[in-house]
């Protein structure tokens, strides 16, 4: 299971970090992934991480505004999205993957529930 957390109303410019806990997985052998969806828009790729922590994958939307990270001691992954901007506001959801790490949703084989973000301008 994956559980996405800390999302929020967020003026533009601001700060926010997404958690993502997993259970009932072997964490530190997944790459794990962040993706989100706007409202009348297609879920996309917003960045990845490969099992160590030392590879990772970002939109160009979102390049040097958004990085991932996780703690395998916790079971946990983490978006921190800095200068926020109202086309940032979507639905966040965290997934998992077995295998090397990916930036298409179909390559991703479990999913959380997704946690909002409204940022306003």
């Known amino acids: 299971q994956l559980q996405a957390s800390g999302g929020g109303l967020v003026q533009a410019g601001g700060s926010l970090r997404l958690s993502c806990a997993a259970s009932?997985?072997?964490?530190?052998?997944?790459?794990m992934g962040w993706f989100r969806q706007a409202p009348g828009k297609e879920r996309e790729f917003v960045t990845s991480?490969?099992?160590?922590?030392?590879?990772?994958s970002t939109a160009d939307s979102v390049k040097g505004r958004f990085t991932i990270s996780r703690d395998n001691a916790k079971n946990t992954v983490y978006l921190q999205m800095n200068s926020l901007k109202p086309e940032d506001t979507a639905v966040y959801y965290c997934?998992?993957?077995?295998?090397?790490?990916?930036?298409?949703?179909?390559?991703?084989?479990?999913w959380g529930q997704g946690t909002h973000l409204t940022v306003s301008s």
């Open positions: 009932g997985l072997t964490f530190s052998s997944y790459v």
């Open positions: 997934a998992a993957r077995y295998g090397n790490i990916a930036t298409t949703s179909t390559d991703f084989g479990s």
């Open positions: 991480i490969n099992w160590s922590g030392r590879s990772t």
